[in-house]
Structures are given as C-alpha cells and as structure tokens.
C-alpha cells in the first residue's frame, strides 16, 4: 500500500471511529479494536512526565465491552452526546501494515438541554492494523491537553 | 473513480462550499445546488424522531438565491462570520457518480465586534452529483446537535 | 505530480507544523519556512483593508528564530499550550511547484491550570515551495477572524 492509499484508510478508520460514538452506536464501539488491546485516555501532563496514571485504561476488547455495558446500564449516556473533529493525521510509520498514527481532536459535548461547550482536546497516538479484513486499533492513546477531566467520563473519546 | 479520488472529490466540494459561506460570498452559495435539491436545517432530536420540522428548508436553487437576497436586504451578514471546520468525512454509498456522504462540522461565529464563540455543531448529510462538469449537492441536510438554535440563522451553515 | 499528490504534500506538511507547535517543539518550527519568507499574522479586517497592519510579521527564518529565542528567554511558552485543527485545505495554484493553499483553523489554548478556551480562528494563506527536499513554506500569511487577538501572542499560530 503506497502512502496515500495508508493515509486514507488511517483517516477512513477514525472517521468510522468517531460517528460511532458521536452516533450512539457504542455497542459497535469495541470491534474497532483487536482482541488484545490498550485504550488509555491519559492527561498530557501525566504522558510527558511518564506518570502511568491513566483516567481510564482496558487490555482487551472485553473490558471495552464492559464499560459500554456498564454506560448503558448506568443511562448516563441519554444525558449527552459528543461531536468529534479530528484533523492532521501523520503517519509516523508503517511495518509491514503496522501503523502508528496521530492526530488532533476537539471534542465538543451536547447536553439533552442543547447546551453545548467544548469538552476535550487532545491527541490520537494510535498503533494501528491494516493487515486484517478490517483495520483495528491495536493501541490507542489518548492524550487529553487539560489535566481537568471530568472524573466520570461517560462517554469513551 | 476510484475510492480515494471520490473521497477527494467530495472533500474539496466541501472545502470550496464552507470557503464560500465563510468568505461571505453568499451569492455564489447557490450554484453548489443543483436545480432541484433539497437543502435542510434541522435538529438532531427532530430527524431522529422523523419529525418534518426543520429550521429551514429549501426545494430549489432559485429559493436558496431568494434566501441569500432576503439576508443582502436584511444587512444582518454584516454583523457577523463564520469559520467552518469540517472533518471525518465518509463516504457511505457511490451509485454511479451519485454519492452519499457524511461528515462532522464544528461552526464559530464571529461578531463584528470580534467576540468569537462556538455556534453550532453537527453532521452534513449530503448527496452529491459527481458526474456534472462540477460537482453539485442534491440533498444537503444539516442536523444540528443542539435543539437551542438561534432561530434568525442568518448564514446558511 | 497530480492533483491529490499536492493536496496530500500540502496536507502533511500542515499536520506536521501544527504538531511541531502543539507538541512545543518550537526549535523546529522556523525550518518549516523558506530562508526568505513572509510570515505575518493580520487580522481578517485588516486583510480585507489592505492595511498593512500585522499583529506580527517576519520576513526572514532568521527573524522566525529571533521569535522562538524571545519566547523561550521569557518563559511564557510554559504557562499554555495550543490545540489546532485545520480542515477545508483548498489547492488554489499550482506553478510548478510553487503552490497556493488556503485552510480553515480552530485554535484552542490550554492554560497550564487546565482551563480550555478558543483562542483564534481564521485562515492560513499559504505559498509553498514542494520541490525541495522537504516542502517550505515561503509565505504563511494567518488571518485571524476577529479583532481581538491577544497582542502577548506567545505562541505561533
């Protein structure tokens, strides 16, 4: 695969990743990663200072599915909704369909009320494999820039 | 076309269409419809819910040229812009040059007295005809995901 | 090279500069401008104008590495960081090589105590020079939306 056509299916992958969750359609949310995986959503300041402080972290798809059962089961999830952008996704390199990828995102948050603000920015470090029928994130950290994250984190980024 | 070559198609439309409304060149906004389309503004909970109750809606370019005049008389484009930011786009079906896509829009307006503030966000559902000498939308729905929208909505989004 | 080669060369070379500011590796960041060059941050008013008023202007790499020295020695760069997300790229030119580009940003600065706001948005205007080992920018010319743009600007935009 030349370097475009890598770049597209990185940025086709995010795309499909985030109207999952700004869709609602968490329970499909899992299969974007491999079975054996690492989700973390971190603060900056906890990833620069290699502190292994994470505000939510899983292993494996199963815990993934865990928590959008524990998300459903808790309702949280009617009470708001997200709006992802994500834009300047680099390539940082390619083995042989392995790609580890970042990017940046604004995330904004619709209550059911309609207010709306901005509720996180960041960045995407993705590892990422494009080998399969499908690419799944075989990693995927989050890096969030304000270390003022809302502990409860309803909904995954 | 191609895959990638439709993506990059319907990514520059969308470019050239956010460059127009956001330049104020409203008078040119017209000619990114075709003849007969369907252009809409509605909130997220109504087109989930299939509510036929949209903010705006137009059937034709000539109601998309006499909504444009109806701003120029109002003067009220003078007191304010836009800046789109538009992301993860997909292209969801391609039948024969006529495309369904969608994709993420965060919108900030800014007042003449420079005060800046997220105005809304969303999905553009569209569908495009690429097989024209340029590409032109036939379906463009704007879902909004805040019910609060400011009902004078004096740029189209 | 073809019509999406550019855009992809151009697009790349955007996400790499805003990383470069975001990740605040400003050292690096007057390498991503032609040795002479144009670099000025105007306000959209002004630009319109044609007042040649900038909020910061610079015609040299050397002045660019003036710039990131003075931040550096006054230790502002500590207290925020910025968030960009650019979309919209539009290829306008293309003289063998020598290209012209325009994009939309949304900047958010984060506070080193957390707080997150929208800190600009507006336009690049771009020259690029994509036929040297690595593509240059030999104008970038930002257009910020409103007025009232923090005359400090520690960081580049």
Not at 38 to 65: H, W
Request: glycine share 4%; proline share 3%; charged share 25%.
């Amino acid at each position: 695969m030349d370097e475009i056509a890598t770049h597209f299916a990185v940025e086709r992958l995010l795309a499909r990743y985030v109207a999952c969750i700004d869709d609602d359609r968490l329970e499909e949310w899992p299969a974007f990663f491999a079975e054996r995986c690492r989700y973390q959503i971190i603060s900056s300041e906890n990833y620069e200072k290699k502190l292994p402080i994470g505000v939510f972290i899983a292993t494996s798809q199963g815990m993934l599915k865990d928590r959008v059962a524990a998300l459903r089961e808790a309702n949280i999830y009617e009470a708001q909704r997200y709006r992802h952008l994500v834009s300047s996704i680099l390539i940082l390199d390619n083995d042989k369909g392995i790609v580890r990828a970042q990017s940046n995102y604004h995330v904004v948050r619709i209550m059911q009320d309609g207010a709306t603000a901005l509720f996180s920015t960041g960045r995407y470090l993705d590892r990422i494999n494009l080998n399969g029928a499908a690419p799944v994130f075989e990693e995927k950290i989050v890096v969030c820039d304000s270390r003022r994250i809302d502990t409860l984190l309803a909904i995954p980024l």
